[in-house]
């Protein structure tokens, strides 16, 4: 069965730090993988995603992340944290296999201390 | 331009009661989704519709029923709502035929059942 993992309910950052969210994947197909961020109140807004090629892919307002096949991962980094950027981050994994259903990890909460 | 939009953005109905969101994307894509987020910010694929066909129909009650008139609009009615019924419904789309599967969301509607 398809399954997201993020193995950290909630993060708290200083601003100007550096921030990893982790998430591993379990997949039967060759996944397309993505990291969203919420808003309290608000949408998913797409901040990256991972189809092929280079398996360090950059996104937006500063977020990166890196595809390792070897560990089943796509973890989400930014080199300093902001004060705004403190929402919830989700990891989702599609496959072409599984009619491009996305399946989401259970989110990691962001907190940001000033 | 709202990307993604649906209506209502919140509905407080009673329990018995039967109630539709709509969807409704003006991006041209050819897929659109909905998915339940839970209390627990669990999200997960309900239905997916591709050019008006469904392709994907989740372990769903079928008390829920999808409706897409045509490939910019995916509407949502369901019949007798319960209290566990009470969730952020959120509908998506993407363009499958261009290959990129990214899904864009819309803002989320926040169903309370009483």
């Known amino acids: 069965a398809q399954s997201v993992t993020q193995p950290d309910i909630h993060i708290t950052v200083s601003e100007g730090a550096s921030l990893e969210l982790r998430c591993n994947y379990s997949y039967g197909a060759t996944p397309y993988l993505f990291w969203y961020v919420q808003s309290p109140g608000q949408g998913l807004q797409l901040l990256l995603k991972y189809f092929s090629g280079d398996t360090l892919v950059q996104g937006i307002k500063g977020f990166e992340a890196e595809f390792k096949r070897s560990q089943s991962s796509f973890n989400l980094r930014k080199p300093s944290v902001h004060w705004s950027d403190a929402a919830e981050y989700f990891c989702a994994v599609g496959a072409r296999e599984y009619g491009n259903k996305l399946v989401f990890g259970a989110g990691t909460i962001l907190r940001v201390k000033s | 331009d709202t990307a993604v939009s649906q209506t209502p953005k919140y509905l407080v109905t009673q329990m018995g009661n039967d109630k539709s969101i709509k969807c409704e994307q003006n991006?041209?894509?050819?897929?659109m989704y909905w998915y339940k987020q839970d209390s627990k910010k669990f999200l997960k694929i309900m239905f997916s519709y591709n050019n008006k066909e469904l392709i994907i129909n989740e372990t769903v009650p079928n008390r829920f029923s999808p409706k897409s008139p045509d490939k910019a609009h995916l509407n949502l009615h369901i019949n007798s709502l319960e209290l566990g019924d009470s969730a952020v419904y959120f509908c998506?789309?993407?363009?499958?035929?261009?290959?990129?599967?990214?899904?864009?969301f819309g803002p989320g509607t926040r169903l309370t059942v009483t």
């Open positions: 998506a789309s993407s363009h499958e035929t261009g290959g990129t599967y990214e899904q864009y």
């Open positions: 991006l041209g894509h050819d897929t």
